[in-house]
């Protein structure tokens, strides 16, 4: 694939995920950082076997940037998650 190519491909995924992130309801935000988790671990699994099928410094240097960035964006997404569901958590009283 050639350059234009893949930054065409790229520009149109980013326009797809804002409009998607941004017209999503708040009571579907945590299923939907679910499947975001799910995806960011499917990119660092390609940017590794394209860093890895790489013979040039700069395609390994990029694929270890994917790889660090979407390793944030899935802890990062599992702590938001977390700290959303322990919002509707019953707290517990203290016995009388």
């Known amino acids: 694939m050639t350059f234009i190519a893949i930054?065409?491909?790229?520009?149109?995924?980013c326009f797809v995920g804002y409009f998607v992130v941004w017209s999503?309801?708040?009571a579907l935000h945590?299923?939907?950082m679910?499947?975001?988790n799910a995806i960011s671990s499917v990119i660092i699994v390609g940017a590794l076997v394209a860093a890895a099928a790489a013979g040039s410094g700069m395609a390994k240097?990029?694929?270890l940037v994917a790889?660090?960035?979407a390793?944030?964006?899935i802890f990062g997404g599992f702590a938001v998650t977390q700290r959303m569901l322990a919002m509707?958590?019953?707290k517990e009283r203290p016995a009388k």
């Not at 930054?7 to 995924?13: N, T």
């Open 67 to 69: 790889v660090v960035l």
């Open 61 to 63: 240097g990029l694929g």
């Open 30 to 32: 945590t299923p939907l």
């Open 71 to 73: 390793s944030i964006n």
């Open 34 to 36: 679910a499947v975001t």
């Open 24 to 26: 999503v309801t708040p």
């Open 7 to 13: 930054l065409s491909i790229f520009v149109l995924a």
């Open 88 to 90: 509707y958590k019953k």
